[in-house]
Structures are given as structure tokens and as C-alpha cells.
């Protein structure tokens, strides 16, 4: 079976906030927004991917937000360009978001940021070549 990524679907508690951030933190541009069984529903493009952002719907109940690390999808990793970790992590901080972790390793530097309600975003800069992409690495193997 050949698959292709295509979404991650995030529930927020403020909609509108959520799009806010994602489009001014990280550049996402909407590609498409509307209401969807009585919440709001907007896709956006970012990194190469697309994440679906939406409200809660009348009559859910959604669990709260967990810590990290935890079960199920516990962040989302994105690389910057050379040299863009640092100037990224000053946005952050300048914004008032909190950085959850950082490190710099052999290979690559990387920093934990907190997203609305509890989403964990990780940036990436590496100190060589990429890595192939993930279908690149789908089709090596």
C-alpha cells in the first residue's frame, strides 16, 4: 500500500486565536475556511504540509491538554533554513511564547515552543544536509 501524507487535524479552544498564531508564528497561509457540523474549520498550508485547525463542536466535550512527553502525537518538527534557529527563537521570545526545551546536538540544534492550547512545535536547523524527505525515505526503503 502506497500512502501519502496529507493532514494533522488540531482542535482548539479559540478558533480564530489558533489561525491567528499559526499564520503569524509560523507563516501558514489559509487555504480554505468554513464551518463544518457547527464549528469553525480552516486548512492551512505550512512546511510542505497542511494542518487543519478547528473549533469545538456543539455538543463536544474534548479532554484537556496533556504535558509532554505523551501518548499519542506529543509535537509537531519542522527544519528552518541555516542559521534561522536563533532569529526564530528571538520571535518567540519578543511574542511572548513560551519555549518548552532546547538543544544543540552533534547534528542539529533544535527548540520546543508551545503552541495554543498545549500544541508542542518543534524547529530544526541542521548542521549538514537535510535528510532525505520522508517520501524520498519511503521510496529508499
Known sequence: MKLTYEHAHILHADH???VRFYREILGARVVDSRERKGAPQTKLMI?????????????????PPGRTPRMGVDHIGFYVGEGELEAARAIL???GV????????PHLKY??????DGVV?????????????PQEQDEES
Open 47 to 63: 512546511g510542505g504540509g497542511m494542518l487543519i485547525v478547528r473549533g469545538v463542536r456543539p455538543g463536544e466535550d474534548p479532554a
Open 121 to 133: 512545535i518543534e524547529l530544526m536547523e541542521t548542521k549538514g544536509p537535510l535528510p532525505a524527505s
Open 111 to 116: 527548540l520546543y515552543f508551545q503552541g495554543p
Open 16 to 18: 480564530d486565536e489558533a
Open 98 to 105: 513560551p519555549i518548552v526545551e532546547e538543544d544543540d546536538m
Open 93 to 95: 521570545l519578543e511574542r
